[in-house]
């Protein structure tokens, strides 16, 4: 996931920065669910709207890397189990 979100998102991030157990990639695709469960507004009002320097406004950017993401897991997840499908007909 780190790997595609530098790659092809151009985030580069490093979580051991902020030695917290949060990232994101993780909160870009919770935020497609609801941007109020990682407590946006909360972390705004806080001046902590970002994860290990990668800021997470404008939403709507943040929102989008979030689809990309679940776009990439979900790809990720058939081929595997296509090729493990494959793998049992053998």
């Not at 990309?68 to 090729?83: N, P, Q, S, Y």
């Amino acid at each position: 996931m780190l790997e595609y979100q530098k790659d092809v998102l151009g985030i580069d991030e490093d979580p051991r920065l902020e030695g917290l157990h949060d990232d994101y990639y993780i909160t870009s695709i919770i935020m497609n669910d609801n941007p109020q469960h990682v407590r946006l507004q909360q972390r705004i009002a806080a001046d902590k709207a970002s994860i290990n320097s990668i800021n997470l406004l404008p939403v709507d950017k943040t929102l989008e890397h979030g689809r990309r993401l679940i776009e990439f897991r979900t790809d990720v997840t058939v081929a595997a189990i296509m090729a493990a499908i494959a793998a049992s007909d053998r």
